[in-house]
């Protein structure tokens, strides 16, 4: 199941589009802060 879409909050705005699925055993997606930080969240599927 894809991670929730809903992440603009507190200023932080999306770099580009949730990224991953299944076949890559999971998700991850960029975002800039209100001050101008890059940061990324990734989302590991476990295995097993």
Do not use: K
């Amino acid at each position: 199941m894809p991670p929730e879409r809903s992440y603009s909050c507190g200023g932080v705005e999306p770099i580009g589009e949730i990224r991953g699925g299944p076949e890559h055993l999971g998700y991850w997606c960029r975002f800039r802060d209100a001050e101008g930080n890059n940061f990324g969240i990734h989302q590991v599927a476990r295995t097993g």
